[in-house]
């Protein structure tokens, strides 16, 4: 079962009833998460994040979600994001700026 200590998750330990030392993200996923998705409690989004809105693309979103949490199944520990997810979220945002460059320059 995984922990939330702040931004930090981990792996509980149960029977000490506190998170153990090995940190199931990192700062990609917090980024992607905190940041890139917002803030939420309880599935109930309190902040919006900066990408995220009635606009934003469904490839997108589902990107950012497999970035903050890659393996997305229950009772599965967290993993890291793959290679492969970072550049084609990097690919997405990049092309999000040439389109924004493109429509301030015209």
């Known amino acids: 079962e995984d922990c939330e200590y702040l931004d930090c998750r981990g792996k509980c330990d149960s029977k000490a009833k506190k998170c153990g030392a090995t940190v199931r993200n990192n700062n990609f996923q917090i980024v992607c998460e905190k940041i890139f998705l917002g803030w939420r409690m309880s599935n109930t989004v309190l902040i919006p994040g900066i990408l ?7 490839d997108l979103a589902a990107l950012l979600r497999q970035c903050s949490n890659p393996n997305i199944e229950t009772g599965k520990p967290r993993t890291t994001p793959s290679e492969d997810l970072r550049k084609r979220l990097y690919n997405i945002l990049i092309e999000m700026e040439q389109s924004l460059n493109e429509d301030i320059f015209l």
């Open 52 to 58: 995220m809105s009635q606009h934003t693309p469904s």
